[in-house]
C-alpha cells in the first residue's frame, strides 16, 4: 500500500518567527494523522526554526531545493550533507519555478535527484507540462520524458526514497486546478514511465503526488483517485486551517 504524502511548498515565504508560528497552529490540527506523512518544504533560512517547532510531531521538514555538488564555490547555493545534518528528511527538486526562473534543467535536476538521494534524503522530483504543451497534444511525451531523465541512474533500492509530483504548469499559482481525471491521467503517465524503468512492481510502490492548485475544497476529489497518492501544496500550505483541511482528506 502506498502512504498518502501531503506536502506544504511554502516557496519564498515565512520568516523564521512566522515559520515557527504557524507551525505551533498547524501541529494540533495534524496530530494523529497515522493514514499519510505531513511535510513541510520550507525556504533554508527557515530550516533551523521550523526543525525547532516540529520536533516531537509527525510533520518533517524539508528543503526546496538542493545542489549536485557537496561544496565547492557555489555561492549561495545548499548541499545536500548540509540539509541532512541541518535535520530536513525531504527537499523538492525540479519545481517549475526553478526551472522557469533559475535556468533549472532535466539535466541538472536529476544531477539534484541523485545528489540527494546519495545523501539519504527523500526527492520530491516535479514534473508537468505548460499550456502549450498540453493543447500540442504532447503531455504523456514530456511527463514521461522529464521522469526517466530525472530518475536516470537512479537505482531500484532509492526509488524507496523518490516521490514525483506531477505539477502541470498551467496550474500551479493560477487558482486553475487540473480535473480529478486530468490529474489522474498526468500522474498514470508518470507511474508507467516509472514502470518502463524499474518494472511494475516499483511503480505501484512509488507516491505521486499532484501539485497546482491542490486545496482544502478540492483535494477530497483529487486524492480519491488510484494514481493520486497525496499532493505538493503552494498557497494553502500557508493557511493552517487550509493545510489541516487537505490532510484529513488523505485521511
Known amino acids: 500500500m502506498r502512504r498518502y504524502v ?16 504557524l ?6 490540527l495534524v496530530a494523529g494523522k497515522d493514514n499519510c506523512d505531513v511535510v513541510l518544504c520550507v525556504p533554508a533560512i527557515d530550516i533551523p526554526a521550523a526543525i525547532e517547532a516540529t520536533a516531537g510531531s509527525n510533520i518533517k521538514i524539508g528543503a526546496e531545493n538542493v545542489h549536485f555538488k557537496a561544496s565547492g564555490a557555489y ?3 545548499i548541499s545536500a550533507d548540509m540539509l541532512v545534518e541541518a535535520g530536513v528528511e525531504y527537499v523538492v527538486i525540479g519545481h517549475s519555478e526553478r526551472r522557469q526562473y533559475f535556468a533549472e534543467t532535466d539535466q541538472t535536476v536529476n544531477l539534484r535527484t541523485l545528489a540527494a538521494l546519495n545523501a539519504g534524503l527523500k526527492a520530491i522530483v516535479c514534473v508537468g507540462e505548460t499550456l502549450e504543451q498540453r493543447e500540442l497534444g504532447y503531455t504523456e511525451t514530456l511527463l514521461k520524458f522529464q521522469t526517466k531523465m530525472a530518475l536516470t541512474n537512479v537505482t531500484a533500492e532509492q526509488m524507496k526514497n523518490v516521490i514525483i509530483a506531477y505539477e502541470p504548469v498551467w496550474a500551479i499559482g493560477t487558482g486553475v486546478t487540473a480535473t480529478a481525471d486530468q490529474a489522474d491521467e498526468g500522474n498514470g503517465y508518470v507511474r508507467a514511465a516509472v514502470a518502463e524503468m524499474f518494472g511494475d512492481e516499483i511503480a505501484e510502490a512509488t ?6 492548485s ?5 483535494a477530497a476529489e483529487l486524492l480519491s483517485k488510484p494514481n493520486v497518492d ?5 498557497g494553502a500550505s500557508l493557511v493552517a486551517a487550509k493545510f489541516a483541511a487537505i490532510v484529513d482528506a488523505a485521511q
Open 75 to 77: 555561492t549561495g547555493e
Open 6 to 21: 501531503i506536502a506544504g511548498n511554502w516557496k519564498m515565504n515565512m520568516t523564521p518567527n512566522s515559520a515557527k508560528a
Open 230 to 234: 497525496g499532493g505538493l501544496i503552494g
Open 23 to 28: 507551525i505551533e497552529e498547524m501541529k494540533p
Open 207 to 212: 507516491v505521486v503526488q499532484y501539485g497546482g
Open 214 to 218: 491542490m486545496n482544502d475544497k478540492n
